[in-house]
């Protein structure tokens, strides 16, 4: 039975207002199959059109590769009248109208790039209404001579994309986006929905300041990308790894990002030698160099870019399958806008990040360099980063917690759950290093040390006597990796300190005191070979193919129809992309549809594409299937879609939230105890049970920063905690113990203190 039928059917039932909703959202969800040949919204798409449906303002606020776009495109092809997109990316526009084309959807663009002559033309289009949707610049829409332009056409909707740009907060800012402010006053009726994927809680409120929005609609969009795996690896013996991980990405489009040009030109270089589709890009080569780069990058002529941070912001290719990290970038923003270019398209996408702590060193160093200026707020977020890296929690809860976002369950999608690290008591490990340490006096880098651990027979070693100090030897029983894992591990612990300025030798700290002659027990992490971890990677890549929640495709066939789609795309002198997803090749690889009809089944396949490729890419895959002898009855399977259950990430909106998740978000945010307390009403003790609760989830909470922190008082309370038989112990003894001088809110920070450390 239609829906339209029902609705029918139950009019009497109904209340208008209800049956707009359904009449609405039955249109938008046959436009979305018809024109993109998806099945299903993503999550909040539906609520957003509905808004823009609605005629209210609207503000959404998605990662990159959310589906920002369709919550606009989709009313442009829907309502009447012509969509106006304002957008700063000039060099996108071209592709973005290009893929509307491709689909059906009447659409064009205006910009300096283009001659009077033709601006004329499509001008003409707009106000004859002719045009589903208009890409505009800033520049354009506010000049003088497009006003009257403006008010002899019918305008359906504003979009403001990188709407972040009109805040002077955001990181972005542009001028020419203030003039923006006019739309509201000359179009009062007309919606206006404003996209970004980057925006912190000022530059939102701005935003709908600034565009003069009438009590504008926020939606906030969570920030997981479930699609993309999340994996560190040691910084060592790179070049080794990215060999192996490329040889288990052979034809897929992939980035490096490097910190340095010369190691972009040179990494390029090795990987061509290679054999290896691979070239590279930085802000050191012509504009014309890097934009011929580019261009061969988007069609998919170069499978692999080493490239410095310069590149990405102005590219919307959607198969780039993965990104590696060579060194680690300043900050979590960075990083997750970095590898966020990967699996636009919603298909699996890997991305590995290379940690060491001399990549640390480095950073800090370089932050010192700079001067003054924000060093602390940028010094607090390579920290955030470190923590992700180095703690042995899930990755994507640790990287979502810093964007506020509490995931409930391990994501099963990043190395720490493909691969929990076991905790091993490291007190005598730690023993054996620091009074290494101590006996050399402090003469020795983390390399000498560890040959001294060892009992390394080198000239160097012997010429100096280090084979009479008593720990000589002691650590044969470790391999020199594994040393240099656990002396990385105590240095962040705080029980060793590198001496920056007396060539990076190891120093003892006020901590190692606590282990050496105070028997403090140390807890360490074992760590994992570079061998295991690729043979888990590599598992677990097997396994996600074989579970049926993605499925199975084949891949002779698939790269039979990569090649189609390659030669078609030079023929339409367009990127491959834009005819098809990887995604699209994937499900046809794998369900082989031989009929038109079975051909739009298969997700991006919409009836304009259907038109005009089915009969090429069906003529490849009965091809396929009558040199395998396949019968035709066979071929096709058709894709089983559960249908999509966004994963258990909660975004906090105010209303539903858990109190404690509450106060999580404000701690993230950087909120000190007191600020939180006032903000939320709420005492002080309480938000310290609430944060405890997810340092016992495995999040790292800075207890210490809460305090006023006093080395001697922590002792003092560790002893009076020692002295009672109670488990958890009490905090009337110790407050009794301290006659009364400490408070109880400060007890319970350093009992959270004592905790986090693992000594009660
Ligand atoms: P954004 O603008 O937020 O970066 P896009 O709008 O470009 O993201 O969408 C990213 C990709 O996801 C595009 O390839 C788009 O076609 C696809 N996409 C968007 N909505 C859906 C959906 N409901 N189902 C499947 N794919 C979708
Ligand atoms: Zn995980």
Redesign the pocket.
């Known amino acids: 039975m239609s829906l339209r039928f029902l609705l029918i059917l139950l009019n009497p039932y109904l209340t208008p207002n209800l049956i707009s909703y359904f009449m609405t959202s039955e249109k938008a969800k046959t436009a ?1 199959k018809k024109y ?1 040949g ?1 099945d ?3 999550p909040l ?1 539906e609520e957003i059109i509905q808004s823009v449906y609605d005629g209210k303002d609207t503000v959404v606020i ?1 990662p ?7 919550c606009f495109q989709i009313p442009a092809v829907t309502m009447e009248g012509t969509a106006l997109v304002v957008s700063p990316l000039i060099a996108l526009m071209k592709d973005q109208v290009e893929s509307m084309r491709a689909i059906g959807v009447k659409a064009s663009f205006l910009n300096s790039s283009i001659s009077s002559k033709e601006q004329f033309e499509i001008e003409g289009q707009f106000k004859d209404g002719t045009l589903d949707l208009l890409y505009v610049s800033p520049e354009k829409l506010a000049s003088q001579d497009f006003q009257s332009v403006l008010g002899a056409a019918k305008i359906s909707l504003f979009a403001i994309d990188e709407a972040h740009c009109i805040s002077s907060w955001g990181h972005n800012f542009r001028p020419e986006y203030r003039q923006l402010k006019l739309l509201k006053t000359k179009f009062p009726n007309i919606p206006v929905i404003a996209l970004t ?1 980057t925006a912190d809680k000022v530059t939102r409120k701005d935003i709908g300041d600034q565009l003069n929005l009438v009590e504008p609609k926020l939606f906030l969009a969570s920030f997981d990308r479930p699609n993309l795996k999340l994996e560190v690896r040691p910084g060592r013996k790179r070049w080794e790894q990215i060999v192996n991980f490329v040889a288990n990405h052979r034809d897929e489009a992939g980035i490096i990002y490097c910190m340095s040009r010369k190691n972009c030109e040179s990494l390029a270089a090795k990987l061509q030698a290679k054999g290896l589709n691979a070239d590279f890009y930085h802000a050191g080569m012509s504009s014309d160099q890097r934009n011929k780069t580019q261009e061969a990058f988007i069609n998919d002529q170069i499978d692999i870019i080493c490239a410095t941070v310069a590149f990405g912001m102005g590219i ?1 290719k ?1 198969n780039i399958r993965w990104v590696i990290h060579y060194n680690l970038p300043k900050n979590i923003e960075n990083f997750y806008q970095e590898i966020g270019r990967a699996g ?3 298909a699996a996408a890997d991305t590995m990040l290379f940690y060491s702590y001399a990549d640390i060193m480095f950073l800090k160093t370089l932050i010192d360099q700079d001067g003054a200026n924000g060093r602390e707020l940028m010094q607090s977020k390579l920290d955030r980063l470190q923590q992700y890296a180095t703690s042995p929690v899930c990755r994507r809860k640790t990287l979502l917690s810093y964007f506020g976002e509490y995931l409930a369950d391990n994501c099963g999608n990043c190395d720490v759950c493909d691969l929990p690290p076991t905790s091993i008591d490291g007190t005598e490990l730690a023993q054996m290093a620091l009074s290494a340490v101590y006996r050399v006096k402090g003469q020795a880098n983390s390399e000498l040390l560890i040959n001294i651990l060892r009992g390394s027979q080198r000239k160097d070693i012997l010429e100096s006597g280090f084979q009479n100090i008593k720990t000589y030897g002691v650590g044969r029983a470790y391999t020199y990796l594994d040393w240099r894992a656990y002396i990385e591990q105590l240095t962040q612990q705080g029980f060793l300190e590198i001496a920056l300025d007396d060539g990076y030798k190891l120093k003892l700290t006020q901590a190692s005191q606590d282990v050496l002659f105070k028997d403090l027990k140390v807890k360490l992490v074992k760590p994992a070979s570079i061998k295991e971890r690729e043979e888990i990677a590599e598992a677990s890549a097997v396994t996600k193919q074989s579970q049926s929640e993605t499925f199975k495709w084949d891949k002779d066939l698939f790269k039979r129809l990569k090649d189609l789609r390659l030669r078609l795309a030079k023929e339409a002198g367009m990127p491959p992309y834009i005819i098809f ?1 990887d995604k699209s090749l994937q499900e046809m690889a794998a369900a082989k549809p031989i009929t038109r009809e079975q051909f739009l089944t298969i ?1 991006g396949v919409g009836e304009r594409k259907a038109d005009q490729f089915s009969f090429d890419f069906l003529n490849v895959i009965k091809a396929y299937g009558q040199e395998k002898g396949i019968a035709d009855a066979d071929m096709f399977k058709p894709m089983l879609r559960a249908s999509v259950k966004p994963k258990k990430s909660k975004v906090p909106k105010s209303a539903k939230v858990p109190t404690r998740q509450m106060t999580l978000e404000f701690y993230n945010k950087g909120l000190s105890l007191i600020e939180i307390a006032r903000e939320r009403g709420l005492k002080k003790s309480t938000l310290i049970d609430h944060l405890l609760y997810y340092h016992r989830d495995g999040l790292e909470i800075d207890f210490e920063s809460m305090v006023d922190y006093d080395e001697e008082l922590l002792k003092k309370i560790k002893d009076l905690v020692y002295q009672q038989e109670d488990s958890p112990p009490k905090m009337k003894p110790v407050f009794a113990g301290l006659d009364e001088r400490v408070s109880y809110d400060e007890i319970k920070l350093y009992f959270a203190i004592l905790e986090t450390r693992g000594e009660i």
């Open positions: 979305l993109f998806y299903e919204f993503r798409q998605m990159t590769g959310g589906g920002k776009s369709v994927a919307d959607s636009r398209d919603g997803g997700t």
